[in-house]
């Protein structure tokens, strides 16, 4: 009874392997299952299919102690499981709702295979009714009788490029089940957590699925707020990170979360509102709030591209532009949704050459634009260009040395969209430049 169950993660994305590989460092004995076999056999390699803080050395220290195992054969992973994570994608239909044929390929796998008591469990986000349908399927569909499986929905809040930290350290779990024996066996996976004292919100499936969309749907809100007033700021005066450092001194509101910025991208975002949206809808209910969120973020995603034009007296045409930043934000290699996507389809219009580096997200940029010019530095990049702007928020864009950048940019033009660079500074070495939300437009007209 003491010996830990055994649990299949299925899928190795960035919530399937962060999970994973977490779940065995708990103590637990993880099988990671994923119908992609060059991916699988590069894990059994020790080559990591993402770029993870921390993931490499998690992963390797857990298969070497032999408590994580990666392979490609489902059927017999599902039957020996006794808890099955599932965490493959549930990426965004064309009409907004979120796309779960991998989760019911996953159902259906498990409906043919299962042969004893297992537990159940949506770590990927799902609608809400999306439990309710999976326990349709295996009792309609497979016949398998309601005592041979339980259903949890244990939502993972992990982000890029901090999942591992995020995955050992959560802020909370969220345990949403009906039954008593699938909750204590997610006692046991988490009971390192619990010991440690992680806050866990013990509740039902369906309310657990809606913690998920609602959290990411109340951040995204949180975003778009701060870079509208951002906007204000630049059009008024007045210093939006002084704004918002006081807004979060009042514990109701908090400060994190409210950096301005060039719009928010990555996979669970973008989906995750719209798929709320679709749900709402379904049910006639309005998402005013979350709509809103959306278009300020349609709307922000355009204003690196105003501020340049401004700066530039919208002389971009044949220019050379240096874009510094492709992730979607500082730490991840994903470019999904970025910022930086816009900037150069929307730069495209102008015939501009574009030089971009992205300590990380080049390879995966290139598949998308390849006729842009990717550099091996920030330096080369700016060499020659006549206007640079920083997208994403990497720590080595905070120590560029300003006076070399002022020495190869053939004109001193910066966009700077994560306020990682000192204004004053920059226009003392004779830079026209601009910032998010510092009042900037009002001293950077020619
Ligand atoms: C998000 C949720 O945070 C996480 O809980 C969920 O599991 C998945 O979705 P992630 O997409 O990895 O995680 O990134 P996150 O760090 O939340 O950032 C999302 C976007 O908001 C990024 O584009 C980021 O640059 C932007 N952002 C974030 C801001 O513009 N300002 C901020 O203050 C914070």
Redesign the pocket.
């Known amino acids: 009874m003491n010996t830990p169950p055994l649990i299949a993660v299925i899928g190795t994305g960035y919530v399937g392997l962060a999970a994973g590989a977490g779940l065995a460092e708990f103590g637990n004995t993880v099988v990671c299952v994923d119908i992609d076999s060059k991916k699988i056999e590069s894990l059994q390699n020790g080559i990591m299919p993402i770029f993870e803080p921390g993931l490499k050395e998690l992963v390797e220290r857990n298969v070497e102690q032999e408590r994580l195992l990666f392979t490609t054969d489902i059927v017999d992973t599902l039957q020996d499981a006794d808890a099955i994570f599932i965490a493959v994608g549930t990426p965004m239909n064309d009409d907004g709702s979120a796309d779960l044929s991998a989760l019911y390929d996953v159902i259906h796998s498990i409906g043919k295979v299962i042969n004893k008591y297992t537990v159940i469990v949506t770590k990927s986000t799902v609608p809400v009714g999306t439990g309710a349908c999976i326990r349709h399927i295996l009792e309609d569909i497979y016949a398998i009788d309601s005592c041979m499986f339980d259903i949890v929905s244990n939502p993972?809040?992990?982000?890029?490029?901090s999942a591992i930290k995020d995955f050992l350290k959560p802020d909370r779990l969220v345990i949403g089940t009906e039954s008593v024996d699938a909750c204590t066996t997610l006692c046991r996976i988490y009971d390192s957590l619990l010991k440690e004292g992680t806050p866990c919100v013990f509740t039902d499936v369906a309310t657990a699925e809606i913690i998920k969309y609602a959290?990411?749907a109340f951040?995204a809100t949180k975003?778009s707020f701060i870079n509208e007033i951002a906007n204000l700021c630049d059009a008024t005066g007045g210093n939006a990170q002084t704004v918002a450092y006081a807004m979060g001194l009042d514990h109701r509101i908090s400060p994190y979360?409210?950096?301005p910025?060039p719009g928010?991208?990555?996979?669970?975002?973008p989906k995750d509102t719209q798929a709320l949206i679709h749900i709402a809808t379904t049910y006639n209910v309005p998402m005013n709030t979350v709509q809103g969120a959306i278009a300020a973020n349609v709307y922000q995603q355009q204003v690196s591209l105003k501020k340049l034009l401004h700066l530039t007296n919208n002389l971009l045409q044949g220019k050379t532009v240096a874009i510094l930043g492709l992730a979607?934000?500082a730490n991840t290699d994903d470019v999904r949704q970025s910022p930086s996507i816009t900037l150069i389809q929307e730069l495209k219009k102008y015939d501009v050459t574009i030089n971009a580096y992205d300590p990380e997200a080049m390879r995966s940029m290139a598949q998308m634009f390849p006729d842009v010019h990717y550099c091996q530095s920030a330096y080369e990049a700016l060499t020659g260009a006549d206007a640079a702007l920083i997208m994403t928020n990497w720590d080595e864009f905070k120590h560029l040395n300003t006076k070399r950048v002022a020495s190869l940019m053939a004109e001193k033009i910066i966009v700077d969209m994560h306020n990682i660079l000192d204004l004053t500074q920059l226009r003392a070495l004779g830079f026209l430049c601009d910032g998010i939300g510092q009042g900037s437009l009002l001293h950077s007209t020619r």
């Open positions: 993972e809040f992990l982000r890029e490029g959290s990411n951040l975003v979360f409210l950096k910025g928010y991208g990555g996979y669970c975002f979607f934000k």
